[in-house]
T-cell receptor, first 114, second 114 residues
Framework: EDQVTQSPEALRLQEGESSSLNCSYT??????LFWYRQDPGKGPEFLFT???AGEEKEKERLKATLTKKESFLHITAPKPEDSATYLC???????????????FGGGTRVLVKP | NAGVTQTPKFQVLKTGQSMTLQCAQD?????MSWYRQDPGMGLRLIHY???????DQGEVPNGYNVSRSTTEDFPLRLLSAAPSQTSVYFC?????????????FGDGTRLSIL
């Protein structure tokens, strides 16, 4: 069974204090790893897709990296507006036509204080 | 720039009542799906569709029905609501089931079953 585990569950940072979020996965045949940001009362918002070990993607203060067993989301010099829950999901082959099936982790709640 | 639209945003039902959660997308996406989000459980796939007239079950389908008569709409039906179905429901869509297609989410329907 595919499993995705995110840590820590919650993270409190001071503005400017860089940190990393972890997403570890156990899947049979990774077809892509996705990072989403979710604000309270909203749906997940797509950030990055990573496909192969060693790949990196960046967007503003966020940088996502991928190894064979885990992914990291690095937040550099965060600002209060970076406060959100960050979700990791993996895409696996799935059965029948479920080619785009995503398995999500439980998320990391990030709070950045000014 | 509507994207994925879900209605209603909030709903309270009594045990045994039925209702339909609506989902519409205006991006001409082939793939649509329904997730539920519960504290500590992450997002879990209920049902999905790879095109009009084609639907299939996800990992937690019991108690829910779907149909897809048009590309734009993918309603989720609760035939006899149970307290265990209290959750936040998200609809998502993507252009295809291909590797590089992220799913776009609506803002959710918050459902309480009394």
């Amino acid at each position: 069974e595919d499993q995705v585990t995110q840590s820590p569950e919650a993270l409190r940072l001071q503005e400017g204090e860089s940190s990393s979020l972890n997403c570890s996965y156990t899947v049979s045949g990774l077809r892509g790893l996705f990072w989403y940001r979710q604000d309270p009362g909203k749906g997940p918002e797509f950030l990055f897709t990573l496909y192969s070990a060693g790949e990196e993607k960046e967007k503003e203060r966020l940088k996502a990296t991928l190894t064979k067993k885990e992914s990291f989301l690095h937040i550099t010099a965060p600002k209060p507006e970076d406060s959100a829950t960050y979700l990791c999901a993996v895409r696996t082959p799935g059965i029948k036509a479920a080619g785009n099936k995503l398995t999500f982790g439980g998320g990391t709640r990030v709070l950045v204080k000014p | 720039n509507a994207g994925v639209t879900q209605t209603p945003k909030f709903q309270v039902l009594k045990t045994g009542q039925s209702m339909t959660l609506q989902c519409a997308q205006d991006m001409n996406h082939e793939y649509m799906s329904w997730y539920r989000q519960d504290p500590g459980m992450g997002l879990r796939l209920i049902h999905y569709s790879v095109g009009a007239g084609i639907t299939d079950q996800g990992e937690v389908p019991n108690g829910y029905n779907v149909s897809r008569s048009t590309t734009e709409d993918f309603p989720l039906r609760l035939l006899s609501a149970a307290p265990s179905q209290t959750s936040v429901y998200f609809c998502a869509s993507s252009y295809s089931t291909g590797n590089n297609q992220p799913q776009h989410f609506g803002d959710g329907t918050r459902l309480s079953i009394l």
